[in-house]
Nanobody, 122 residues
Framework: QVQLVESGGGVVQPGGSLKLSCRTS????????MSWYRQSPGKEREFVAD????????????GYADSVKGRFKISRDNDKNTVYLEMNNLESGGAGVYLC???????????WGNGTVVTVST
């Protein structure tokens, strides 16, 4: 059964950093690209970053939302079936529930985790 479990969220001061993890199971992880999205109260779920699959013909490599370029880094460890999101220089706009997703196309997701909460507070 497909499972995505996020962790690493917490409370951080403005300008601080966090590294999120999404541990997956129930599918062949290297065959799938992975995504991070953010859900803020009263707002639409928003794309943050994604990364292409590691096994198979290489095409789409990955990308970032304009708002996080240069500050966030997405990476994956296929031996651990885990995707990461390193977040630097966090601001209040970066707060929300960060959700991990399994890609099935460009900006498309077919499996979600329940999210991990990031709070930016003084």
């Amino acid at each position: 059964q497909v499972q995505l479990v996020e962790s690493g969220g917490g409370v951080v001061q403005p300008g601080g950093s966090l590294k999120l993890s999404c541990r997956t199971s129930g599918f062949y992880f290297p065959f799938d690209g992975m995504s991070w999205y953010r859900q803020s109260p009263g707002k639409e779920r928003e794309f943050v970053a994604d990364i292409g699959f590691s096994e198979g013909p290489q095409g789409y490599k990955g990308g970032y939302a304009d708002s996080v370029k240069g500050r966030f880094k997405i990476s994956r460890d296929n031996d651990k079936n885990t995707v990461y999101l390193e977040m630097n220089n966090l601001e209040s706009g970066g707060a929300g529930v960060y959700l991990c997703g399994r890609r099935w196309g460009y900006r498309a997701v077919n499996a979600w985790g329940n999210g991990t909460v990031v709070t930016v507070s003084t």
